[in-house]
């Protein structure tokens, strides 16, 4: 089955800075790929996502990339601020449906202001 | 537009007591659910997953159970609560990649 593999565990920047957090994936099949943002308490919601026909995609701060050949995608924050701080989940699926997502241990990234 | 409900938000039960979570979907039809258990500092842990009524894939052995007696409702139970059942209880729903999950309910076990 899919692994899903998130690098770094903590990752520390400074307010403007920028973040980039990179997974890796076990299944050539995967074709979905989403990021999540989980707030202290709180439950993690969608940020982006990116398809496997596409090889970045780009929502203001935050883009994805992706590389289908080396079986890797990243997220990047850039000008990063204190409300990102947070714990960013990545995750992977193949899109036939009825198959769960497989996440990221996740990366608990800190602004310092 | 779809929307995802859980409670309670938050629940404090002695070891050996029984667990009753519920999730229920409104404004969509035939959701996969799924139950995610979260762990202090720690990921996401699936426990449950159903693409259907009365159908239950589980993730991990545990003392846990869940059932889906209706289409857009997904139950999380247990028989008998041990200390390590303590946690974040997630419930999601997708109609086939993107999740949404629902706020959670956080779990003590005493």
């Known amino acids: 089955g899919e692994n899903v593999e998130q690098h770094p565990s903590t990752l520390s920047v400074q307010e403007g800075d920028s973040a980039v957090i990179k997974c890796t994936y076990s299944d050539s099949a995967s074709n979905y790929f989403p990021w999540y943002k989980q707030e202290l308490g709180k439950r993690p919601q969608l940020i982006i996502d990116?398809?496997?026909?596409?090889g970045e995609k780009k929502d203001q701060r935050i883009a994805v990339t992706l590389n289908k050949t080396a079986k890797h995608f990243s997220l990047h924050i850039t000008e990063t601020q204190p409300e990102d701080s947070a714990v960013y989940f990545c995750a992977a699926i193949k899109n036939s449906g009825n198959t769960p997502l497989v996440f990221g241990k996740g990366t608990r990234l800190s602004v310092i202001a | 537009s779809q929307t995802i409900h859980q409670w309670p938000a938050t629940l404090v039960q002695p070891v050996g007591s029984p667990l009753s979570l519920e999730c229920t979907v409104e404004g969509t039809s035939n959701p996969n659910l799924y139950w995610y258990r979260q762990a202090a500092g720690r990921g996401l842990q699936l426990l449950f997953y159903?693409?259907?009524?009365?159908?239950i894939s589980s993730e991990v052995p545990q003392n846990l159970s869940a059932s889906r007696p209706q289409d857009r409702q997904f139950i999380l139970s247990s028989k008998k609560l041990l200390l390590s059942d303590s946690g974040f209880y997630l419930c999601?729903?997708?109609?086939?990649?993107?999740?949404?999950f629902g706020s959670g309910t956080r779990l003590t076990v005493v």
């Open positions: 990116i398809r496997s026909n596409v």
């Open positions: 159903s693409v259907g009524i009365g159908q």
């Open positions: 999601a729903w997708s109609l086939g990649t993107g999740y949404t």
